[in-house]
C-alpha cells in the first residue's frame, strides 16, 4: 500500500524539475535572483532527470501520473528544442554579420 502523501511528493518532485528546467531554458525568471537566467546544459539535465524517472517507475505509475509525466516531459522537449533553435539562428546571424563586416574591410 502506498503512502498518500507520496502521490503528492511524486507529483511535486516533476513540477520541481519543470520549474527548473524551464528557468535554465530562460523561460521564467529566477525567484531568487528576479533575472532571467539561461543555461541550456543545466536544462537539458533536469529533462533528462524525467526522462530517467519515466523509465524507471514504467508499470509502477497511475494512468495520471504517467500522463501528467509524458505531457510534462513533452512540454519540456519542445520547449528546450525551441531553445536550440533560437541559439542556431542567433549563431548564423551572427556569422552572417561577420562575413559581412570582413567583405566590407577588404573593400
Keep these: ?3 498518500p502523501n507520496h ?4 507529483m511535486q518532485l516533476i ?3 519543470q520549474q527548473i528546467a524551464m528557468m535554465a531554458m530562460g ?4 525567484p531568487v ?6 543555461n541550456l546544459e543545466h536544462a537539458k539535465i533536469y529533462i533528462d532527470t524525467l526522462d530517467m524517472l519515466l523509465a524507471k ?8 501520473e504517467e500522463k501528467f509525466l509524458t505531457e ?3 512540454e519540456l522537449k519542445l520547449n528546450y528544442i525551441d531553445e536550440i533553435d533560437k541559439d ?6 551572427e556569422k552572417n554579420k561577420e562575413k559581412a563586416e570582413k567583405k566590407e574591410e577588404k573593400s
Design 7 to 10: 502521490n503528492i511528493l511524486f
Design 27 to 30: 523561460k521564467i525568471k529566477n
Design 57 to 64: 517507475t514504467k508499470g509502477n505509475l497511475s494512468e495520471y
Design 33 to 38: 535572483t528576479n533575472k532571467i537566467d539561461r
Design 1 to 3: 500500500m502506498t503512502d
Design 15 to 17: 513540477i520541481q524539475n
Design 88 to 93: 542556431k539562428k542567433s549563431g548564423e546571424g
Design 72 to 74: 510534462t516531459l513533452k
